[in-house]
C-alpha cells in the first residue's frame, strides 16, 4: 500500500502563487516508474486532471486552463511531487490531490487518493 499525503494549500490572492507537494510513503518501489498526476476538485464539481510528468521528469503534461501559470516537476530521491502555481485565478479554487497516472494521465487507483490540500483564491 502508498500513501500520499498533499501539503501547501492556503488562501491566497488573485495572482498571487502557492507550491503544492505531495509526499509518497510506503511501497513506493511499486509505483517508481509510473508518472505523478496532480488533480482538482472544486465543491459540487468532478475532479479534474491538471498536470502530469513521467518518471524521469522529462515530459510534463496539463490541462490548458493551467498551462503558462502552473508547474509540475518531482524529486524521485524523495518520493514527492510538486506544483508551482502562479498568476492563480478565483477558479483555481479547490481541493488538490495528487496520484499516479497512466500514460492517459487518468489515476492508476482510486484507493491512492489521499486527503487533498485547498486552495482559496480571493478576487
Known amino acids: 500500500q502508498v500513501q500520499l499525503i498533499e501539503s501547501g494549500g492556503g488562501l491566497v490572492q488573485a495572482g498571487g502563487s502557492l507550491r503544492l507537494s505531495c509526499a509518497a510513503s510506503g511501497r513506493t518501489s511499486s509505483y517508481y516508474y509510473y508518472r505523478m498526476g496532480w488533480f482538482r476538485q472544486a465543491p459540487g464539481k468532478a475532479r479534474d486532471f491538471v498536470a502530469a510528468i513521467t518518471w524521469t521528469g522529462g515530459t510534463t503534461y496539463y490541462a490548458d486552463s493551467v498551462k503558462g501559470r502552473f508547474t509540475i516537476s518531482r524529486e524521485n530521491a524523495k518520493n514527492t511531487v510538486y506544483l508551482q502555481m502562479n498568476s492563480l485565478e478565483p477558479e483555481d479554487t479547490a481541493v488538490y490531490y495528487c496520484?499516479?497516472?497512466?500514460?492517459?494521465?487518468?489515476?492508476?487507483?482510486?484507493?491512492?487518493w489521499g486527503q487533498g490540500t485547498q486552495v482559496t483564491v480571493s478576487s
Open positions: 496520484n499516479f497516472v497512466n500514460v492517459g494521465n487518468k489515476p492508476l487507483s482510486d484507493n491512492n
